[in-house]
């Protein structure tokens, strides 16, 4: 019998989003000049306000306050009716040292013996439905408000948009749990009240004209990306029982910071596998690599995509658990969910993985090379599923001045071990 699933997504604009990436981008500033830095940074942001708590310990020096206004200026808080814009916010900073007593359950003199920074269990997912191994509604779901921000910033079409969006994808099923039509899309985004649109000044946006366009412009451009499932997009359309809902409130001017206070570690799914799979409860946003909340998640994903793009099985889950100052794991564990490719149980492809993949803390950031000032990119559109590459980056000095290096992003998505994998299973 079939069934629907659902999945949301939320744009860079989203309170929650703007709070994950000024957290990743002050502790990127602090990796680039101490990669080994320890940091543990929340944010919370509201009305024309910033606050910056946690624990640091740093040898180099950031600028916090310039650090933070060039994120909300980059996301695209620039103008004052927005009650919360890049220049004039407040910024109020209250980070301290890091916990002795943390520290010293992480600290080896042998780096390879490195601890955990805490206890807890981490999840990573993949599953074949998608080239990039995500589930399809997320996939989507992170499309749509990526494609509705990149036209926000080409400032061509829809020219009323705002920073703020979000939105949900809800996909049937069948009962081999292949995807067959998409059944419902959600779509609210901040918009202004009256805007230009065809060199005719001052017409009002309402849901209709928002909608209207979303068919005209969003879906077109969201369709092209994905070869695979476009088709559904187009179906969808012509779906008469499908259903497209666009800002079903009908009016979303107030939104950003201002409409919804944020906070660093309050979009936990939608980081991670739109509520497929299984979360652990730790955030990423804002930790160095020596959290495993962050570093083993993101090698419980690396793990969980080599398997299914071996073969090995078409959905996999993998949990790793820790206890705080313990280098090795506690438990390993996997789920391939009844669709495992080869003949052997999930407890065994366990321990063939535990012999592939060293999961202390410290094998994991050299193997994933987590030390980089990498993250500001993974708090917005998901930390899992997104592309490996080299990118130039721009950092900020103890000075102020404005500095590049190259960074390797989303090293987990890399299937370096393909074939390693494909051996020890046979193949």
């Not at 079939?2 to 703007?18: Q, W």
């Not at 990127?28 to 940091?39: F, I, K, S």
């Not at 080896?108 to 399809?136: H, I, K, S, V, W």
């Not at 926000?152 to 067959?180: A, C, F, W």
Request: charged content about 25%; proline content about 3%.
């Amino acid at each position: 019998m079939n069934y629907l699933f659902t999945s949301e997504s939320v744009s860079e604009g989203h309170p929650d989003k703007v709070s994950d990436q000024i957290s990743d981008a002050i502790l990127d500033n602090m990796l680039a000049q101490d990669p080994q830095a320890h940091v543990a940074c929340e944010t919370l942001c509201t009305t024309g306000q910033v606050v910056i708590a946690g624990e640091v310990s740093c040898k180099g020096w950031v600028d916090i306050q310039q650090v933070v206004r060039k994120t909300i200026a980059d996301i695209g808080y620039t103008k004052a009716e927005y009650k919360f814009e890049a220049e004039s916010c407040g910024i109020l900073t209250a980070l301290h040292a890091q916990s002795q007593d943390i520290n010293m359950g992480v600290s080896r003199a042998n780096e390879e013996e490195q601890g955990a920074g805490d206890q807890g269990m981490m999840f990573g997912y993949a599953t074949d439905e998608t080239d990039n191994f995500m589930p399809l509604t997320l996939d989507l779901a992170h499309t749509l408000v990526y494609t509705l921000a990149r036209i926000r910033k080409e400032g061509k079409e829809m020219t009323y948009l705002r920073p703020d969006s979000k939105s949900q994808v809800t996909i049937e099923y069948n009962e081999h749990n292949q995807p067959v039509r998409i059944d419902t899309i959600v779509l609210s985004t901040q918009h202004d009240e009256q805007c230009t649109k065809d060199n005719v000044q001052g017409i009002k946006v309402t849901p209709e004209l928002i909608k209207q366009d979303v068919i005209d412009i969003l879906l077109p451009r969201v369709a092209k990306r994905d070869s695979r499932y476009g088709h559904l997009l187009h179906d969808f359309l012509e779906d008469k029982n499908a259903k497209l809902l666009v800002n079903p409130t009908g009016n979303f001017v107030i939104g950003g910071p201002h409409g919804d206070t944020g906070l660093t570690g309050r979009k936990i799914i939608v980081d991670t596998y739109g509520g497929r799979g299984a979360h652990g409860g730790g955030a990423f946003s804002g930790k160095d690599p020596s959290k495993v909340d962050r570093s083993a998640a993101y090698a419980a994903r690396w793990i969980a995509k080599h398997l299914v793009a071996a073969g090995v099985a078409h959905e996999a889950l993998v949990q790793v658990s820790y206890a705080i100052g313990v280098a090795e794991p506690v438990s390993l564990y996997v789920n391939t969910y009844g669709t495992a490719q080869v003949k052997k149980s999930d407890a065994e492809i366990a321990r063939i993985v535990a012999k592939l993949f060293d999961l202390r803390p410290a094998a994991i950031i050299r193997d994933l090379k987590l030390t980089q000032p990498m993250y500001e990119e993974t708090a917005k559109y998901g930390h899992v599923g997104r592309t490996n590459e080299v990118v130039t980056k721009s950092f900020i000095d103890a000075d102020g001045n404005i500095y590049s290096r190259e960074v390797e992003l989303f090293t987990w998505e890399k299937l370096d071990r393909l074939e390693l994998v494909k051996s020890a299973f046979g193949i």
